[in-house]
């Protein structure tokens, strides 16, 4: 920390640190640009990080997940924000007109693996976990009912009554297999909606499209479910309204009916997986009780979370890592301990379920959107890298160049990554971001 006070460059590290906006674990570049005429091949403006301290360009990681990078997490739930939103109620290039399209706020869950402790609420009273008066007793010993009133930091929720019963293989497994039950449920939500209204689906497309926009969530006992916003639109997407047909009654039907028909089997084994039966459809509306900032905020928040919130690792578990030494959960040892003896199946492989041991199985995005649902990413990106470039230009540090005039060559190496300890004190305080937790791994 004192070396890098005291270094004669530390002023322009600083504002390197602070342009990354608190980033935990910068990437390192080094590299230059260069602009050209393009009439006359002069050389017009070259930036090289040769004069950066150390040699390098730090710019932010652009993480997703909280537990690795707060601040680049956070800008990613904010874009996911604005991105959902604009899906309901418009702009980011989306007309206004499309809060009046049809729209529900659909959550597909996976089904039971065996009993889990739970927190169960009823009018603000904490109900018992699984309270069974003629509880069975399995196999194992063990008595299939708790009386306990669990608190919402319990370690045991999601946590089987039974481990040696539950049915990790499954829970794995369906995670595994849950990006392909979530496209046929969107194939399946189609046909449903077009028989409904009398049409085949090539004959609905004329009228009518249906958007989508999801995100994956790991409940406590690791198994993913997925929240998704489904919109009805007229043939163009967001630009033109659905016919008065298109209801989101009629959409609400076919969702029932897609969500408990549709399976995907895992061959080899002989298993098939479905959604569970606990479905939950609302309609998102702009002065009800589920309105359209609700579900962004919703959404926006589970994009930056991932398994860690079960207890599992961050990280891809490595070919040399001790399953029994790591520092994790019983119930995610056992599910990752599931995932490395299914993965070595030769019939399996396409699960590639070893290397997504640390994600429980799940190997999906975690929040996608059909084409036409609203903005992306990457243009929300993009608007905000091109208002930072017209920030530097007024501020005198790019000159201002015809973009059709000039030839831009860009030669850019990864450096390495990351903050020495001093270095995260000395970002801490310039950018006012909180600190990872001192003497361990960051959780
Ligand atoms: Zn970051
Ligand atoms: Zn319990
Ligand atoms: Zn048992």
Known sequence: MISRLHDPNYDRWACQIKRTGGCRQPIHLR?????????????????????EPDGVLRVPCKTRRASRCPA??????????????????????????????????????????????????????????????????????????????????????????????????GSVLFNAISPELW???????????????????????????????????????????????????????????????????????????????????IKPLSRTFRWGTQLDVRRITMDGDLTEQAVAAYIAKYATKAAECVGTLDRRIQPLDDLATLPIREHARRLIA???????????????????????????HFSTKSRHYSTTLGDLRAAREEHMRTEEITTGRLPLFDEDTVLVVAHWQYAGRGLSLGEQFLAAALTGVRLPSVGGAPQ
């Open 72 to 169: 680049c997490a956070e800008v990613y739930r904010a874009d996911t924000y604005q991105l959902i939103r604009a899906g309901l109620v418009g702009g980011k290039g989306v007309p206004e007109t499309v809060s009046a399209h049809p729209c529900l706020f659909v959550t597909l869950t996976a089904p039971s693996f065996g009993a889990v402790h739970v927190r169960r609420e009823k009018n603000g009273k904490v109900l018992p976990c699984r309270a069974r008066r003629d509880a069975e007793t399995c196999p194992h010993g063990h008595v299939m009912s708790c009386t306990a009133r669990h608190s919402a930091d319990d370690p045991r929720l999601g946590e089987p009554l039974c481990p040696d019963c539950y049915d990790y293989d």
């Open 31 to 51: 590299g230059k640009v260069e602009h050209y005429d393009r009439a006359t091949g002069q050389l017009l403006h070259r930036y090289s990080t040769i004069h």
């Open 338 to 364: 599931a995932c490395m003896r299914l993965g070595s199946d030769p019939g399996l492989t396409d699960l590639r379920l070893i290397h997504w041991a640390h994600m429980l199985g799940f190997r999906g």
């Open 183 to 265: 496209r046929r449920f969107t194939l399946a939500l189609r046909r449903r909606f077009a028989k409904l209204n009398g049409l085949t689906v090539k004959a609905m497309r004329e009228h009518v499209s249906i958007a989508f926009a999801k995100v994956a969530e790991y409940q406590r006992r690791g198994v993913v479910h997925f929240h998704a916003v489904i919109r009805l639109d007229g043939p163009d997407g967001p630009d033109s309204p659905p016919p008065v047909w298109a209801t989101a009654d009629a959409l609400a039907q076919a969702v029932d009916h897609a969500a408990s028909v549709v399976t995907a089997e």
